[in-house]
C-alpha cells in the first residue's frame, strides 16, 4: 500500500465490507454454540486470558483482518516505533514510552542515541529521592516528615497516575507500604479543586510535586503558583526548596518557576503527554506513596505486553486483536462508542488526506457493578455499544462472612460472567411466552442480544497486573491508528480551545486592569463576558 493509499481503499478494507453482509445474516446466539469457534477465539498469555468470542466475528473474519493488518503494514509500523523513528511526524519525534518500562540491558535507540540508560538515571534518582522522603531523611522546612503529596497536573500528568493509584490504593503489597501517607491529585483549574486538595493538609508535611511535559500548561502553571503561594505564606519563601519538586522536559523552566533542577525529574519528548504514566510522570508520585520496589513491578508488567505486543504472532497477540477487533467495530459494524484512551479520534489521515470513515471511538465504563445500575438499560435495549469486561480471579480485599459460600468476589465475578452472555444471547419474545410474561409486556421484556463484548480474566490487580492492562490498552490504541492510518501521538485537536481560553484570559486582564471594554469576540460571548465581568467585580 502507498503511504498516501487510504486504508479504506485496499482489497482487504472492501473485502472485510463485503463479508459484513454474512456477518450481518448471524446471531451470537448461534455464534456461540459452535465451540470451535469460541476456542480459537480465546488468547492467553502470562496470566491473562482474552476470550473475544462474544464479538460479532468468526474465524473467517479474524482472517481477513489480519490481511487488513498486512495491508496496513501492522508489523512494520510496531517496528519502526519501538526502533524509535520519528512515527510521530506531525511533531517530527519518536515514539518511545516503550523504553520507559525497558530493562537496564535494553538498547532502544532514538536519533542514534540509547535512550535506556537516560530512563534509568531517572529511574534511580526517583528511587533514591522517594527512599529519602518515605524514610524522613528528607524533611520539610521545619524538620517535619512530608507524609502528603500532592501531585498538580491536568491530562496526561494526571489520568495515567490516577488510574495506578485508585488500582494500587487496595493491593495489600501496596496498602502496607502506603502506611502513613497520603497522596492526592490536583488538576482541574477549579479554585473548588485547590480547596478541596488542601482541605486537612498542613503545608509543614506536604510536598508538592508540579508535573508538567511542557511546564507551560495554564491551569498546571497557575495551580502550581497557587500551592507555592500556600507554602510560602505559611513557612516562608525559602521552603519552597524542600516542598516542591517537578516533573517536566522543560527544566528550564523549572528554574525559572524556582524549584531546583535537582529536585527536576527530567523525562523526553519522545514520551507523548498521554502515554507518560511510566515516565516520572508517574513513577515519582506513586514511588513516594508506595515505594519504588512496588512500582517496578507496575513497569515489569507493562514491560512483559510490550515483548508480547513486538513479537507475538498476531493471531496470538492481544493488543493486536484489541485493535483489530476495534476496527471491525468501528469501521465496519458502526458502532461508535465502547465502554478506552486517546489519542485517536483523527479527521485526517497521518498524511493530512480527509478520512471518509471515523477513526475512534467514544470511551466509557464504571467499576464493578454500577454500571449496570446506570447506564446498562442503554447497552442491553438501546444502542449497541462493544463492551469490554475486565474481571479478576483474586481479590485484592476479599471479604468471607460466616455460613456464605458465594462470597462477595464470587457475587462481583457472577456479574462478570453472566453480563456478556446476557448481551450475546438476549431473550426472545418465545422465551418470554413459556415464561407466562403477559403479552403486554413482551416488547418490553425482549431483548435483541447480537451485542458484542470481550472478557479479559486477570490472576489478580495487583501493580503488575495493572501495569500489563495499562500496555494493553496503549497498544490498543496505537494498533488501531496504525490500521486506520493516522497519527495516535499527536494531538492538534485539544489546541484550539487552549487558544480562544487565552484570548479570553487577556481580555479577563485588560478589562480588570484598564477598565477595557470586552471586544473582538461575538455577541454571545461579548454579553456572556460582560455579564461575569460586572457581576465578580462587586
Ligand atoms: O491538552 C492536552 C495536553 O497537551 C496533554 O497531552 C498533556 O498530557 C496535558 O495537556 C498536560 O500537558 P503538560 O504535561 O505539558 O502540562
Request: glycine fraction near 8%; include cysteine; aromatic fraction near 8%.
Amino acid at each position: 500500500m502507498a503511504s498516501s493509499t487510504l486504508i479504506c481503499d485496499t482489497e482487504p478494507w472492501k473485502d472485510l465490507k463485503e463479508h459484513l453482509e454474512e456477518i450481518k445474516k448471524t446471531h451470537l446466539r448461534d455464534l456461540m454454540n459452535d465451540a470451535d469457534r469460541c476456542k480459537a477465539m480465546m488468547v492467553e498469555f502470562d496470566g491473562m486470558l482474552l476470550d473475544f468470542s462474544r464479538q460479532r466475528a468468526t474465524v473467517n473474519t479474524l482472517d481477513k483482518l489480519f490481511k487488513l493488518a498486512e495491508a496496513a503494514h501492522l508489523r512494520e509500523k510496531i517496528s519502526r516505533m519501538f526502533n524509535g523513528e520519528h512515527i510521530n511526524s506531525t511533531e517530527n519525534r519518536s515514539v518511545l514510552h516503550v523504553a520507559l518500562r525497558a530493562s537496564k540491558d535494553a538498547v532502544i535507540q532514538s536519533d542514534g542515541r540509547n535512550v535506556v540508560p537516560d530512563v534509568w538515571q531517572v529511574l534511580d534518582k526517583i528511587r533514591d529521592f522517594s527512599e529519602r522522603v518515605r524514610s524522613d531523611s528528607w524533611v520539610g522546612a521545619t524538620g517535619k516528615a512530608l507524609t502528603e503529596v500532592i501531585a498538580i497536573g491536568i491530562g496526561g500528568s494526571f489520568l495515567g497516575p490516577l488510574f495506578v493509584h485508585t488500582a494500587l490504593q487496595t493491593d495489600p503489597e501496596a496498602l502496607i507500604c502506603a502506611r502513613g501517607r497520603q497522596l492526592r491529585f490536583l488538576a482541574n483549574v477549579d479554585p473548588v479543586d485547590v480547596a478541596k486538595n488542601i482541605t486537612g493538609l498542613n503545608p509543614e508535611t506536604t510536598l508538592v510535586v508540579v508535573v508538567s511535559k511542557t511546564f507551560t500548561t495554564a491551569e498546571t502553571m497557575l495551580n502550581a503558583r497557587t500551592l507555592r503561594e500556600w507554602i510560602s505564606s505559611a513557612l516562608g519563601p525559602q521552603a519552597v526548596a524542600k516542598h516542591m519538586v517537578a516533573v517536566s522536559t522543560n527544566l528550564t523552566l523549572v528554574e525559572k518557576f524556582g524549584i531546583d533542577p535537582n529536585n527536576a525529574f527530567a523525562f523526553w519528548d519522545w514520551v507523548g503527554g498521554r502515554y507518560s504514566v511510566c515516565s516520572a510522570v508517574g513513577v515519582l508520585p506513586l514511588s513516594l506513596q508506595y515505594g519504588f520496589s512496588v512500582v517496578e513491578k507496575f513497569l515489569k508488567g507493562a514491560s512483559s505486553i510490550d515483548q508480547h505486543f513486538y513479537s507475538a504472532p498476531f493471531e496470538k497477540n492481544i493488543p493486536v486483536l484489541l485493535g483489530l477487533l476495534s476496527i471491525w467495530n468501528v469501521s465496519f459494524l458502526g458502532y461508535p462508542a465502547r465502554v478506552s484512551m486517546e489519542s485517536n479520534g483523527k479527521g485526517v489521515s497521518i498524511d493530512g488526506v480527509l478520512l471518509p470513515f471515523e477513526a475512534g471511538e467514544i470511551d466509557f465504563g464504571e467499576p464493578g457493578t454500577n454500571g449496570q445500575h446506570s447506564f446498562y438499560q442503554l447497552i442491553h435495549q438501546g444502542r449497541v455499544i462493544p463492551c469490554d469486561f475486565i474481571g479478576v480471579v483474586k481479590s485484592q480485599q476479599p471479604v468471607y462472612l460466616k455460613d456464605e459460600v458465594v462470597n462477595n468476589h464470587d457475587e462481583l465475578m457472577s456479574n462478570f460472567f453472566a453480563q456478556p452472555d446476557a448481551l450475546a444471547y438476549g431473550k426472545t419474545p418465545e422465551q418470554l411466552l413459556n415464561e407466562n410474561v403477559s403479552p403486554h409486556l413482551i416488547p418490553h421484556k425482549t431483548f435483541s442480544g447480537n451485542r458484542p463484548s470481550l472478557s479479559l480474566l486477570l490472576p489478580s490487580l495487583d501493580a503488575y497486573n495493572v501495569g500489563q492492562l495499562l500496555a494493553l490498552y496503549e497498544h490498543r490504541i496505537a494498533v488501531e491508528g496504525f490500521i486506520w492510518g493516522i497519527n495516535s501521538f499527536d494531538q492538534w485537536g485539544v489546541e484550539l480551545g487552549k487558544s480562544l481560553a487565552s484570548q479570553v484570559r487577556k481580555q479577563l486582564h485588560a478589562s480588570r486592569k484598564k477598565g477595557e471594554p470586552v471586544k473582538g469576540f461575538n455577541f454571545s460571548t461579548t454579553t456572556m463576558l460582560t455579564r461575569y465581568l460586572e457581576a465578580s467585580a462587586d
